[in-house]
């Protein structure tokens, strides 16, 4: 074999090396914004006024979230829906047994429950409170700590956990 043509020989396996290498790299890329474009972020939220306390979820990614399952715990106690933790603290809190009439929920915790893309639900709204009572939840929410945990994950099986609203990409 002539000189030139190992040359020739080499330099088109160099080129198909680079050419493959190029593509695997381009490919990468495509499944980054695949995913990307559908890329859900839940966050948990809480606001109050002078009357009215509402804990909500919403969505503030770019695609929809597919939840997986959301816990919630306080202290030792671990609670599947959120009427469960409402009501345990209602019968457990003098303050809140005696002021809270007025309650409405709203449950996410089914599986394979969607949110879309910018959708925001209230999961508990209580209206129609004394400042007090306002007081004592945000006491429970941010004192005690009311421990919210949410895996949820993407159209293309992208998961990722949102515990108290700090967020963990799940394998």
Not at 48 to 57: A, E, K, R
Not at 106 to 118: D, F, K, P, Q, V
Not at 154 to 170: A, G, H, P, T, V
Request: hydrophobic residues 40%; aromatic residues 10%.
């Amino acid at each position: 074999m002539k000189t030139s043509d190992r040359i020739l020989a080499i330099s088109a396996i160099f080129v198909s090396a680079c050419a493959l290498a190029v593509s695997i790299y381009q490919t990468r890329i495509l499944s980054m914004e695949k995913d990307a474009a559908v890329w859900p972020y839940l966050r948990v939220a809480t606001s109050w006024t002078d009357q009215q306390f509402i804990l909500s979820v919403s969505n503030d990614g770019i695609g929809p979230a597919i939840i997986q399952d959301v816990t919630y715990k306080l202290g030792d106690s671990t609670f599947y829906m959120i009427h469960q933790v409402a009501r345990y603290l209602i019968e457990q809190d003098t303050v809140l047994k005696n002021n809270v009439d007025n309650i409405s929920y709203s449950n996410i915790e089914s599986e394979g429950t969607a949110m879309r893309a910018g959708e925001s639900t209230k999961i508990l709204h209580i209206s129609n409170v004394p400042n007090k009572v306002i007081k004592r939840i945000q006491d429970y929410m941010y004192t005690e700590k009311i421990k919210i945990k949410i895996d949820y994950c993407s159209i293309y099986n992208k998961c990722w956990r949102n515990q108290d609203n700090e967020m963990l990409e799940l394998d």
